[in-house]
């Protein structure tokens, strides 16, 4: 048992407590809160003049299948052999030793989603896993926890280089609607009996069209994002857009959508012309809408260790403190569909945690301490 005393708590709820304790034993979390009876067996950690949060979440990165600082040979995050890779699973090509996964836990992040590139219209099947570990499939808490769609300049400008569809914004949606019919017609088919031979791709995709798990879409422009939309109503599938850069265009059809949205990675530079009107306003205009937002570092476009610095952006951009954590910690955990376990603090939740010296917003903090499951994975010597 341990008990993290004297901080200053922020839950990941929107509720600050002083002189504080969390209580955690074991994996769990036994309590938190102002007036905690601390065990006289608990192992204590005082953090007297220190902030303690839950720990932070990145809803979508490639940590592990697109290694930063290799090159080829760890990029394993894009299958461009064919537009249309519901059968692949980001799962399968994590390394949990690249050095992205060590970066995380020193800058306090200890859930990630993982999930495959943006090339195809359909790209198969993500992941959400701590960020400790040497075994992937022992650091997983949801798999599959959703699928992979792309919409605008990437599959373009893929497959226009190949000479083969989709080489217009027409032909991506035309191929995600023929693949999402094909797997209607494979369900049916399946349901009486009929299908002699499975097919992996379509087995993947079921879940979708049963609302089991989301249609993750890459979507910047705005007329993209209303493609997604569209097309999530005209199958009856549950919707998150990932990136949303121009959803300060149209905030009222997001809002009225009742998508989840991550915003990111806006601290990159304007790479391509459907970046032209990225800023932090985005998720201030969301947020004006009541959009559940989430903030994204889309590691390694931008390194995982600037999730935070890209949350301080948002706030100076006019988003509340409040919401800003939250976007990386219970309203992020709600986006990917953990929040039953991670992202906040609260009596049952997984054990994952920061200690900083400061405000985590504060330009000054350092992260002290990394628990995740109720062990620590990074200290800093102070």
């Given at each position: 048992m341990k008990a993290y005393t004297n901080a200053t708590v922020l839950d990941g709820l929107g509720n600050t407590y002083e002189r504080a304790v969390v209580l955690i034993d074991s994996e769990k979390i036994i309590g938190v809160g102002e007036h905690i009876s601390v065990p006289a067996d608990a192992d204590v950690i005082d953090c007297e003049e220190r902030f303690v949060t839950p720990g932070i979440i990145d809803v979508h990165t490639h940590l592990g299948v697109h290694e930063s600082g290799v090159g080829v040979e760890g990029q394993d995050f894009n299958e461009t052999s064919q537009p249309l890779t519901p059968h692949i699973r980001a799962l399968d090509a994590i390394n949990p030793r690249e050095q992205g996964f060590q970066d995380a836990r020193e800058c306090g992040v200890t859930t990630v989603q993982v999930m495959p590139g943006s090339a195809n219209v359909i790209g198969g099947e993500m992941v959400v896993l701590k960020t400790a570990g040497h075994v992937v499939d022992e650091m997983v808490i949801r798999n599959p926890s959703g699928m992979k769609g792309a919409f605008g300049e990437n599959p373009k400008r893929v497959y226009s280089g190949k000479q083969v569809s989709p080489m217009t914004r027409m032909g991506v949606a035309a191929l995600m609607r023929e693949t999402f019919m094909k797997a209607?017609?494979?369900?049916?088919?399946?349901?009486?009996?009929?299908?002699?031979?499975?097919?992996?791709?379509?087995?993947?995709?079921?879940?979708?069209?049963?609302?089991?798990?989301?249609?993750?879409?890459?979507?910047?422009?705005?007329?993209?994002?209303?493609?997604?939309?569209?097309?999530?109503?005209?199958?009856?599938?549950?919707?998150?857009?990932?990136?949303?850069?121009?959803?300060?265009?149209?905030?009222?059809?997001?809002?009225?959508?009742?998508?989840?949205?991550?915003?990111?990675?806006?601290?990159?530079?304007?790479?391509?012309?459907?970046?032209?009107?990225?800023?932090?306003?985005?998720?201030?205009?969301?947020?004006?809408?009541?959009?559940?937002?989430?903030?994204?570092?889309?590691?390694?476009?931008?390194?995982?260790?600037?999730?935070?610095?890209?949350?301080v952006n948002a706030v100076?951009?006019?988003?509340?403190?409040?919401?800003?954590?939250?976007?990386?910690?219970?309203?992020?955990?709600?986006?990917?569909?953990v929040d039953d376990r991670v992202g906040s603090l609260e009596e049952g939740k997984d054990a994952d945690l920061v200690v900083w010296t400061k405000h985590p917003f504060d330009a000054y903090t350092d992260v002290v301490e990394t628990v995740v499951n109720g062990e620590t994975v990074f200290r800093r010597e102070m």
């Amino acid at each position: 048992m341990k008990a993290y005393t004297n901080a200053t708590v922020l839950d990941g709820l929107g509720n600050t407590y002083e002189r504080a304790v969390v209580l955690i034993d074991s994996e769990k979390i036994i309590g938190v809160g102002e007036h905690i009876s601390v065990p006289a067996d608990a192992d204590v950690i005082d953090c007297e003049e220190r902030f303690v949060t839950p720990g932070i979440i990145d809803v979508h990165t490639h940590l592990g299948v697109h290694e930063s600082g290799v090159g080829v040979e760890g990029q394993d995050f894009n299958e461009t052999s064919q537009p249309l890779t519901p059968h692949i699973r980001a799962l399968d090509a994590i390394n949990p030793r690249e050095q992205g996964f060590q970066d995380a836990r020193e800058c306090g992040v200890t859930t990630v989603q993982v999930m495959p590139g943006s090339a195809n219209v359909i790209g198969g099947e993500m992941v959400v896993l701590k960020t400790a570990g040497h075994v992937v499939d022992e650091m997983v808490i949801r798999n599959p926890s959703g699928m992979k769609g792309a919409f605008g300049e990437n599959p373009k400008r893929v497959y226009s280089g190949k000479q083969v569809s989709p080489m217009t914004r027409m032909g991506v949606a035309a191929l995600m609607r023929e693949t999402f019919m094909k797997a209607q017609d494979y369900r049916e088919k399946k349901a009486r009996g009929e299908v002699k031979e499975r097919d992996l791709g379509m087995e993947q995709l079921l879940p979708v069209l049963e609302r089991k798990i989301p249609l993750r879409t890459h979507a910047h422009r705005a007329d993209d994002i209303l493609t997604a939309i569209r097309i999530s109503r005209e199958f009856d599938i549950e919707l998150t857009v990932e990136h949303c850069t121009e959803g300060h265009l149209i905030p009222e059809q997001v809002a009225a959508a009742g998508v989840h949205v991550s915003v990111g990675p806006t601290m990159s530079t304007r790479s391509k012309v459907e970046l032209a009107d990225k800023g932090f306003h985005t998720l201030v205009a969301l947020d004006e809408h009541e959009v559940p937002v989430s903030i994204t570092t889309d590691h390694p476009v931008i390194g995982i260790e600037y999730l935070i610095t890209s949350a301080v952006n948002a706030v100076k951009a006019g988003l509340s403190e409040e919401t800003a954590l939250r976007a990386i910690t219970s309203q992020a955990a709600r986006h990917i569909g953990v929040d039953d376990r991670v992202g906040s603090l609260e009596e049952g939740k997984d054990a994952d945690l920061v200690v900083w010296t400061k405000h985590p917003f504060d330009a000054y903090t350092d992260v002290v301490e990394t628990v995740v499951n109720g062990e620590t994975v990074f200290r800093r010597e102070m």
